[in-house]
């Protein structure tokens, strides 16, 4: 049972517009998300997170919103770069303790058009 | 470089081999996580420790897979007789012990061929 679901294989986006990276979960037990962002033979990199008590949290050109009542979490990253094209993971956890228990989606690989 | 490193990064190795990766985590974690990665998938969890203890393993890991952190510092992961369905990337991350957050940071990973 898939408790982290990254629908979308992977997106194609036009440089300087924006991304949107879905991600939907089925444990209402969660209440911390990350993102991490892996480029080919690299170790997954941190993006941003966020708490269950948000519903939005912000870092530059990324913003990620939270929607519990969904169970859904997006990632916005604006304006696209070259550079972003990788593939990004969700992950969740449960409980402030769990670090290892986080649950990962099967990524998105995106790519960001000239 | 104060990131997770890896060592080695590459790994080719015959069947029923013995492999051994090393993991130095970010000097100021005390936690160190394994992991696992085949294309196309997440990372799967296989075994935490708290400075040196081992507190979680997961059913993934099985009896040929052993993990040490013996003075709390750097970890090794070995796999006895290697079979192919071992090969992934494994990877280390770190984290430190926070009353909030679980962000974790990767290393770059240990590529595992088995042949």
């Known amino acids: 049972d898939q408790q982290v679901k990254q629908n979308s294989p992977s997106l194609s986006v036009q440089e300087g517009r924006i991304s949107i990276l879905n991600c939907d979960y089925t444990n209402s037990m969660f209440d911390y998300f990350l993102w991490y962002k892996k480029y080919p033979a690299e170790g997954p990199t941190f993006l941003i997170s966020i708490s269950s008590i948000k519903d939005k949290n912000e870092d530059g050109r990324f913003t990620v919103f939270l929607n519990k009542s969904a169970k859904h979490l997006s990632l916005h990253i604006v304006p696209s770069q070259p550079g972003d094209s990788a593939v990004y993971f969700c992950a969740a956890s449960a409980g402030m303790d769990s670090n290892y228990q986080l649950i990962w989606g099967a990524g998105t690989k995106l790519i960001i058009k000239p | 470089d104060t990131g997770v490193s890896q060592d080695p990064r590459h790994k080719i190795t015959k069947r029923g081999q013995n492999v051994t990766f090393r993991c130095d985590p970010i000097s100021e974690h005390n936690r160190l996580y394994w992991y696992r990665q085949t294309l196309g998938q997440g990372p799967e969890f296989l075994t935490y420790f708290q400075n040196e203890a081992q507190l979680e393993k997961s059913r993934l890991l099985s009896d040929r897979f052993s993990a040490e952190r013996p003075k709390g510092s750097f970890s090794t992961l070995e796999i006895q007789r290697t079979e192919q369905g071992d090969s992934a990337m494994y990877l280390c991350?770190?984290?430190?012990?926070?009353?909030?957050?679980?962000?974790?940071?990767f290393g770059e990973g240990s590529w595992l061929t088995v042949v």
């Open positions: 991350a770190s984290s430190p012990t926070r009353d909030s957050g679980n962000t974790i940071y």
